[in-house]
């Protein structure tokens, strides 16, 4: 992987460090570098979107339940037009699986070689009270013949099979962070340009991290090797924080070191975190990033999925951490 990293100046604009990058795709047409640019574009303008959510009337419940049984919020709905319609026209993708569309949106454009899963706007609770908020979405090659429909089997690849993955955090600065399996890049929007700079190049997460991220108000009702761990937490003078806000507890651990947990819970058996459009993408990074992810006995990126909206638990962060986490399952069995 050190070979292939990056040697592009911060400052770099995405467009030309996509399109400088473009030949390590193994594949190397340009359609990745343009399905990049369109996820690029439709964050821009979903930007735009939060950022007037108090003053435009886009703020709070639409009235809609999402396939999860959860609340839509406006903003929700907006952005997952956003992206579906730049992914849609983009022309690259055969295929979506969203947070916020029951089905698998079929694009129509059968000779793209391409299929997106995403959470347009994870953490969407956290909108009305102006925290941060984010994008996450995962890409894989579809293993169909182009130019024929798109097939289930194009749609439910394991996370290892991804061959780009990133986040859109929208926070007190917007960044978009993505790997192509070449490390992880870093880019701050510029709002008066319109551009993303490459800001935080090859980024790594502290190999020992000392926060941790986990609704300790639901401790009651963890497994066992959980509430061990939190302990252990404890017993560390490891600092807790939470923001309820994935995206964003994943980057500050990602930037500072640490784990974030959702585990199983009694209201949510399987965790709450999807890992088509949640888990996946984020331990793409963080393994391109030295870091790890689990569900606490399973790397994630070796779970087969059965369906588009497959729920999983979720330990992603320092690698000593993780492990660590895991130690208290396999202590268990
Ligand atoms: P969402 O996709 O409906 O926004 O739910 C995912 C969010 C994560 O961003 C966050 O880490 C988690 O749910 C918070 O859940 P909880 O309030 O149960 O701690
Ligand atoms: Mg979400």
Not at 120 to 137: H, R
Not at 166 to 192: A, C, K, R
């Amino acid at each position: 992987m050190e070979d292939s990293r990056i040697a592009l100046p911060i400052g770099t604009a995405l467009d030309r460090f996509i399109k400088k990058y473009q030949d390590q795709f193994k594949y190397a047409t340009g359609e990745l570098s343009q399905l990049l640019r369109d996820l690029a574009l439709a964050g821009k303008v979903v930007n735009r979107e939060i950022n007037k959510a108090g003053l435009m009337n886009i703020g709070g419940a639409y009235g809609s339940i999402n396939p999860q049984g959860e609340e839509q919020q406006k903003l929700d709905i907006l952005t997952n037009i956003r992206f579906s319609r730049a992914l849609t026209k983009g022309g690259e993708v055969c295929g979506i699986i969203s947070e916020e569309s029951e089905e698998i949106i079929y694009t129509g454009n059968h000779d793209g070689n391409y299929v997106v899963a995403i959470d347009p706007l994870d953490g969407s609770s956290n909108i009305d009270v102006n925290v941060s908020i984010g994008t996450i979405f995962s890409v894989y090659r579809r293993k169909s013949k182009t130019g024929m429909p798109v097939t289930m089997e194009d749609m439910l690849q394991p996370g290892k099979e991804q061959v780009a993955a990133g986040y859109i955090l929208y926070g007190s600065s917007t960044m978009l962070v993505y790997t192509t399996g070449h490390g992880v890049n870093g880019f701050t929007y510029e709002p008066s340009l319109g551009e993303f700079f490459l800001s935080h190049p090859n980024m790594t997460i502290p190999e020992v991290g000392k926060i941790y991220s986990i609704n300790e108000g639901s401790y009651n009702s963890f497994e066992q090797p959980v509430k061990d761990f939190i302990e252990h937490c404890r017993d560390n003078n490891y600092s807790g924080r939470y923001i309820g806000s994935l995206v964003a507890d994943f980057h500050r651990n990602l930037l500072k070191g640490g784990i974030y947990i959702y585990p199983k819970t009694e209201k949510s058996p399987e965790g709450k975190l999807r890992l088509m459009y949640e888990c996946n993408c984020l331990a793409f990074i963080i393994e391109q990033a030295g870091g790890a992810a689990s569900d606490g006995v399973n790397r994630i990126m070796d779970i087969v999925p059965t369906e588009p909206h497959q729920k999983a638990p979720f330990f992603v962060g320092s690698k000593n951490l993780v492990e660590k986490a895991e130690s208290m399952y396999n202590q268990q069995s």
